[in-house]
């Protein structure tokens, strides 16, 4: 079972947070145009993405008791600034090994940590990247992130710019993909949702009624302070 609050008996063998989004549902937290969450799972906390604003990417993780210094990974979905704009303000504060899409350009100056990955790769166990897609809206490429879990694997997008189709196809050749949570931009073939037991749509998704719509009983709003445990 995925619940937003796993059971007190139950511990969770992957858990998400929030911590940038284009709304907010903690009042320390302020909203902005972005998007990033803490994955901790397989004993890692790996920071996906990093928002648009350092200084309030690092407030909110403070405020949602997320210590930035904890962070062991950074996997950056894409290139966009407000995925990518907080990343040297985490580095300013621990230098963990960093993952991107191989063909694109690194933000700001970023040190030797720092892995392109080019096709599908297991960045630690249990975490693995799709591998550079190229994107059906925009002239870049983009890779998800999978999470290995009980009962079939988490993906975490950025904003799915290579079609949700494709990425979750991807996902399946590693087993039955369990939840989809990130961004999820113009997307509406709601069909594809229909293996899942979770949907979590983030930030530049557009089309978030139809898809809580089509699928009530599936989709968990998202939010700065929301906490997936699964």
């Known amino acids: 079972?995925?619940?937003?609050?796993?059971p007190a008996e139950r511990a969770a063998t992957v858990r998400i947070t929030i911590v940038y989004d284009n709304t907010t549902l903690d009042e320390r937290c302020?909203?902005?145009?972005?998007?990033?969450?803490?994955?901790?799972?397989?004993?890692?906390?790996?920071?996906?993405?990093?928002g648009a604003s350092g200084d309030i990417l690092l407030r909110n993780m403070t405020h949602l008791g997320l210590d930035p210094a904890s962070v062991d990974r950074v996997f950056i979905s894409h290139p966009h600034w407000?995925?990518?704009g907080g990343?040297?303000?985490?580095?300013d504060e621990v230098q963990v090994p960093v993952y991107l899409p191989a063909s694109a350009e690194p933000p700001g100056d970023l040190v030797e940590q720092l892995h392109r990955l080019s096709g599908p790769a297991t960045i630690a166990p249990g975490l693995h990247s799709t591998g550079e897609m190229p994107a059906v809206d925009y002239p870049l490429h983009e890779h998800s992130l999978i999470v290995d879990a009980p009962g079939g694997s988490v993906v975490v997008v950025g904003c799915a710019h290579p079609g949700v189709g494709r990425i979750l196809g991807a996902a399946?050749?590693?087993g039955p993909v369990r939840a989809l949570v990130g961004g999820l931009h113009g997307f509406l073939e709601t069909d594809l949702l229909a293996p899942l037991a979770l949907?979590?749509?983030a930030h530049c998704t557009k089309r978030g009624d139809e898809i809580r719509a089509a699928w009530p009983d599936k989709v968990v709003p998202?939010?700065?302070?929301?906490?997936?445990?699964?």
Do not use: K, S
């Open 222 to 230: 998202a939010g700065v302070g929301r906490v997936l445990e699964i």
């Open 172 to 174: 399946a050749e590693r």
């Open 87 to 91: 990343l040297e303000a985490l580095l």
């Open 199 to 201: 949907v979590c749509p």
């Open 1 to 6: 079972m995925i619940t937003e609050t796993a």
């Open 30 to 50: 302020p909203a902005d145009h972005g998007f990033a969450c803490v994955v901790d799972a397989h004993g890692l906390r790996v920071l996906f993405d990093t």
């Open 82 to 84: 407000d995925h990518a």
